[in-house]
């Protein structure tokens, strides 16, 4: 098991909360209020997760400027008031950031035995497979 630190754990609870709150704003079309709480405990939960020094260099890499500038963005949106274009841009910026990640998640939910079976049905294998690219969403 991996052992986290008082920090890291705190940085986990925010990090939930902050997923709770953004999922539960938008079951409620997009509660202002709701999506801001989220975005701010989501952002803070997960410096507290990795440290600030590893988000900065995370978040203000050169190659990902253009993906940084759509999530924080988007929270930026969401926190003047404009909810449903903030929440757009937050996604869209979302999957540029961790785009290059989806391959290894991708590979490990296949290994799983019921999502595995589930990800590889007719239909959705193809959508899985353009996911699973590394360069499917440049």
Known sequence: MISLTDSQKIGMGLTGFGVFFLFFGMMLFFDKALLAIGNILFVSGLS???????TFRFFFQRHKAKATSFFLGGVFV???GWPI????L????????????????????RRVPVLGSLLSLPGIRNLVDKI?????MV
């Open 132 to 136: 699973g690219e590394s360069n499917a």
């Open 48 to 54: 507290f997760v990795i440290g600030l020094e590893r």
């Open 90 to 109: 937050e996604i869209y910026g979302f999957f540029l950031l961790f785009r290059g990640f989806f391959p290894v998640a991708v590979g490990f939910i």
């Open 78 to 80: 969401v926190l003047i």
């Open 85 to 88: 274009v903030g929440v757009v």
